[in-house]
Structures are given as structure tokens and as C-alpha cells.
């Protein structure tokens, strides 16, 4: 089970203590973007997201990490001057090493952020890097991701069970 299991838990991307990650040596952040950043159904950055990772570029290279085509990207990686990575295929690592490649980051410089087990936990748990669930910023989901919440959901009954997660009791 312990592929399933996050690094670290919190409730969102506002809750995360990046000096923390900082200290551990982070360097990369790699956010998901639907459900993470914004519910799916938002096509642009808000303000309040834009004035905080223009702070978190600061101390960390920022890379939108999603399985959603660029044509959904696009006016975030404009909008927030970050760089993306579109159509992942999370939870395949082939995007994950890329990354890590083109950047020359090692797997204890890297972390993801996301909003689902199935994808961004795995993914990230599989290749090395640090990992961060969040909640989701929104109820609603694609279709396609609804498929993936009933595993999730099964996958979080078997963690409950075995006294390893629980939603809403958060660590770091
Ligand atoms: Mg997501």
C-alpha cells in the first residue's frame, strides 16, 4: 500500500509549507493543475493564484505537471510565466524522468503536488520524488476522473483500514 501513500498532506496548495521544502532541499515543484491549482471548469488563473506563484518563483522552479492537453495550459503557462509539461500521462513515469532530465534535478530536488492518489501520488512515488496530496479545490470532476475517485476512494478505505491515512488529518 505504501505506493499509495503521500509524503506529505494537507488540505491545499496554500496550506503546504514551502520553507520547509526548501530546508529539504526542494528545488522543482511540479504542480497538477485541474483540481489543484483550479476546479477543471476555471480557464484562467485567478489573481490570488497568479500573486502566489509569482512568490513561490522566487525560491523554486515551477512547472505546471498535467494530463490535460496544452490548449488547457496554455493561458496558465502564459498567465503565471511558468513552464508545463501537457498530456503527462500520470501515473506513467516516462513525463516524471523528462522532467528530471531536461532540468538536471535529482528525485530528492523534485516535488509534486496534486490532487488525486491514482495520478500524481503514484506517479511520484514511483519515480522517487517527494510527493503531496492536497484536497481537491472543487467537488466536480471530469468524467474521466470520476472513473479514477471510485479507485481512489477503494484505495482510501484500505489505507483507513489499515490505519495508515485518513482524510482530513493532515502531516508534513
Ligand atoms: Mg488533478
Known sequence: MEQYLPDI???SIYAV???KLKERG????LFDLDNTLVP???KTPPEKLISFIGELKKEFKIVLFSNSPKSRLRPFKEQLEVDCLASACKPSSYSFFKVLNEYRYNVNEVV???DQLITDIIGGNKVGITTI???PVSTKDPWWT???RSRERRIMKKLNDRDLFFKGRYYD
Open 9 to 11: 498532506y494537507q488540505q
Open 17 to 19: 509549507d514551502y520553507k
Open 26 to 29: 526542494i528545488k522543482c515543484i
Open 40 to 42: 477543471y471548469q476555471i
Open 112 to 114: 509534486i503536488i496534486g
Open 133 to 135: 496530496l492536497i484536497n
Open 146 to 148: 470520476a472513473i479514477n
